[in-house]
């Protein structure tokens, strides 16, 4: 099998596995980092919501072979580290605003919304309301309304 190696949550990770399989099931099945969630497998649901170098991404969507060895996925289980802090502002404000119900689609959300909050940031302007509606991210709960107070409150505070 052939080996593949990228930058993992800070560290190098190296797995044997083939060039087809989505990164999302390296992830949770290799390497056993299970906060990126399965919903739909096809990147509508956006559960599995990561970063990869920095910006939203989905796992599911992403072959193996297309991840190089320089390429830094960034997962909710290494986001505090992003901050040096035991919780990331977004989910200090997640736990503020009681956002989460079921919590399956909560990392997806987080993840998502830390890089929608620094794209913003990236053009000189703080987060809104449009921002905010481009979030596509699926929660069956419906706690959007917390979702969208929690990302405005927590944008304030990195």
């Not at 052939?2 to 797995?15: A, E, M, R, S, Y």
């Not at 599995?48 to 939203?56: D, I, M, P, Q, V």
């Amino acid at each position: 099998m052939p080996q593949h190696t990228f930058i993992l949550n800070g560290k190098p990770v190296t797995v044997d596995v083939e060039d087809d399989v989505r990164l999302l099931w390296v992830l949770r099945d290799v390497l056993g980092v299970t906060g990126p969630k399965y919903g739909c497998g096809l990147g509508v649901c956006q559960a599995c919501t990561s970063h990869l170098n920095g910006k939203a991404f989905n796992p599911c969507s992403v072959p193996l072979k297309d991840v190089r060895p320089d390429d830094e996925v960034t997962t909710i289980e290494g986001l505090p580290a992003t901050v040096g802090k035991d919780l990331h502002p977004i989910q200090e404000a997640w736990l503020e605003y009681d956002v989460a119900q079921c919590g399956y689609c909560q990392p997806g959300q987080i993840m998502a919304a830390v890089a929608k909050v620094k794209q913003a940031r990236a053009t000189g302007r703080e987060i809104t309301e449009t921002d905010l509606d481009e979030i596509r991210n699926v929660c069956r709960c419906g706690t959007y309304h917390r979702i969208r107070e929690a990302i405005v409150e927590g944008a304030k505070h990195f």
